[in-house]
């Protein structure tokens, strides 16, 4: 198989099986799992919308809520679909709070947003980036030293 122009993989096959139609009552069970399982995300996504409306109208639900403070991009302890739902909602404005949801699996949770704030890089984080830009712009003068060199050099085979 050719990846692109560089890189070629080969693949050995252990086994192969012709297709072939499966009567119903071989995918039966799994053909009602897999509607039960969308009709179940389609009624959990609903109820959400639902609470979310409802919260955002000011109503108070009777909600376990877990309060997660100072949440970074790589929080730990919190799942990673939590994180990425409330890095993309607004902002709040000041007082406010910003609903949302988000679904994992068979699981949909809600997200209420009180505050953000920007983060405050440490000099450690800055002495890294300032190193890498420094790095960076030295090898782009080096790149088109080496291209002007190339260019005006004159070759003799």
């Known amino acids: 198989i050719e990846l692109d122009n560089d890189r070629r993989m080969v693949l050995r096959l252990a086994e192969h099986r012709e297709a ?23 009624v959990l996504r609903n109820e ?37 739902g409330a890095f993309r909602l607004p902002h709040p404005e000041q007082g406010e709070t910003v609903f949302g949801h988000v679904g994992s699996g068979g699981e949909v949770m809600l997200i209420a947003l009180d505050e953000v704030s920007s983060g405050e890089p440490d000099e450690e984080v800055e002495a890294f980036v300032a190193r890498m830009a420094e790095q960076l712009r030295a090898q782009a003068a080096l790149q088109g030293l080496l291209a002007h060199l190339y260019e005006d050099a004159r070759i003799e085979r």
């Not at 072939?20 to 389609?42: I, M, N, P």
């Not at 979310?52 to 919190?78: K, N, P, T």
């Open 20 to 42: 072939a139609v499966l009567s119903l009552d071989e995918v039966r069970e799994r053909v009602v799992a897999a509607v039960e399982q969308r009709k179940q995300r389609e």
């Open 48 to 84: 959400a919308i639902s609470m979310v409306e409802r919260l955002r109208e000011g109503e108070a639900l009777d909600l376990d809520w877990i309060a997660v403070e100072q949440a970074g991009r790589q929080q730990s302890g919190v799942p990673s679909e939590v994180l990425q």
